[in-house]
């Protein structure tokens, strides 16, 4: 039996070998013919060296993945470097020229102008400026914006000014809130960049008061000076539409970059990214010297945002077209005195 | 110490995606993430090439410049490595990394970005060394245990290498010399600002 079996096995083996044999041969015989016929397998074949130079700026060496995930397609994306640089220094820069620079601006002017006073002093009269929902607009959009611009700047700014200052762990954490703040309150921000443009655009198309009030310098720069102006002088209607543009490209480019496959490939995320920081780091520009003005810079200004009710005094200098008017209105509405009563509505 | 690196001999890749499956299991990666990836160029012609590609531990990492919380690091072996207790999930790595290789899991509200999850040349991350802690967050840390990164280890076909970028340029170039061709070692101009001279 056990004989038998080791006979038959040693059979099967030869048969096994002579199959080996002949197929061995037969491998032998094909590169012969392939080699005859010269055949480089590698003829064709992409390198990589080539491939980089076809590159396009912004372009990918991208291929084929059979994983699921079809967004993994990307082999080298050489644009990153590009990115970085640009985060690295223009970003940086920007950022820094934005906030540093329009503050020191800003430190500038007080120190040389001083604050501006209502030259005929105040006159114990109110008018309202701005009735309440204008008002809760205001605020919405401005109390968004301040914790948007910090967050944002904190990405920019924070890891060479605050680590130091603070440590990696606690800024870390910080900057965790601040990346859900930035997430959640652009939500707020956009629905009163709505609010906005539907209230005051009115207010706020350029005429001709714009231009003599711009040849005016707005009489910022010299005490006594207050060129005529209507609801929103030329100043405020810059601080409009800045907001209003602005804003908007900040909408769109936030919501790409919080579904970045809106957008597109890694190149369009880039570029947005990008927009959204320059255009950023401009509004907060802009808005240093709106707070200044609004607030520390001038006397009776905050007011209008604070309480809603202006010195019928500072409406006279600052937007005499619209004080007349205001008064008018609320002249024929018995009177104007301090206290609530229906609001006026200025006119152009 | 050593300057690791991998090198992918695309010649030699056949595309089977066993580095992909083991780093997965290796680390147990979330459904979703891959640290690893093959993708084929020029796909169905005759000039066809596949590249395993995962975070190539770059030289002065683009990722590690641009991360607002700095959360980066590099070791000893030149191997970067992240902190996910300090990482925000902002994206900022994933913009500037030529790789594509940082992964971020979808968590909590819009699906946005949860902390960033990439290939840690299996050497784990700032916990102590091979800890449950290190393992959750990271996966295996086989460089603290002496071994090579678990892709390259059990590479079939030994296209991708791992190990101190010097010997596998050698290794890379005997390849080329010995069989008279090679596409080249992918990705290395871009992260190593160098590429390997046959």
Known sequence: MFRASLTSIARAGRVALAAIALLGLAAIAVPDETLAQGTNPTAQAVTEEQLLQALQPGGEIAGRVSIPDQKATGLIKPGGQDWRAFHQGTMFWVTIVALVGMLAIVVAFYAVRGKITIDSGLSGLKI?????????????????FLVLALTGINLVLGRFVLIPLFGPEAFATVTQLGKYAHNYLAWPFMAGLVFMLLVWIKDNI????????????GGLLKKGVHP????????????????????????????????????????????????????????????????????????????????????????????????????????????????????????? | MARMKFLCDADRCIECNACVTACKNEHEVPWGINRRRVVTINDGTPGERSISMACMHCTDAPCAAVCPVDCFYTTADAVVLHSKDLCIGCGYCFYACPFGAPQYPRVGNFGSRGKMDK?????????????????????????????????????????????????????????????GYGSGAWGWQTAYKETVAI
């Open chain 1, 206 to 217: 350029p005429d001709r008061t714009d231009v003599a009030w711009l040849k005016a310098g």
């Open chain 2, 119 to 179: 290939c840690t040349y299996c050497a784990g991350g700032p916990e102590a060394d091979v800890t449950m802690a290190e393992y959750e967050k990271y996966g295996a840390n086989r460089l603290a245990e002496g071994k090579l990164p678990i892709c390259a280890e059990m590479c079939s076909t030994k296209a991708l290498l791992a190990g101190d970028g010097e010997i596998i340029a050698e290794i890379y170039r005997e390849r080329v010399v010995t069989r």
């Open chain 1, 228 to 348: 005529e102006a209507k609801k929103f002088n030329a100043g405020q209607k810059g601080i409009f539409w800045s907001v209003i543009v602005g804003g908007a490209a900040l909408s769109v480019t936030g919501v790409l970059l919080l579904f970045p496959y809106l957008a597109g490939g890694y190149a369009d995320w880039q570029l947005v990214q990008m927009i959204h920081g320059v255009v950023a780091a401009i509004l907060v520009a802009v808005m240093v010297g709106h707070i200044y003005i609004g607030s520390v810079g001038m006397q009776g200004a905050f007011d209008a945002m604070g309480s809603g009710e202006v010195d019928y005094n500072w409406a006279r200098e600052h937007h005499s077209l619209w004080a007349e008017e205001a008064r008018r209105k609320q002249g024929a509405q018995g009177g104007a005195s301090g206290g609530a009563r229906p609001s006026p509505q200025p006119a152009e």
């Open chain 1, 128 to 144: 309202l400026r701005f009735n309440a929902f204008e008002r809760f607009v205001h605020w919405l959009t401005a109390g968004s």
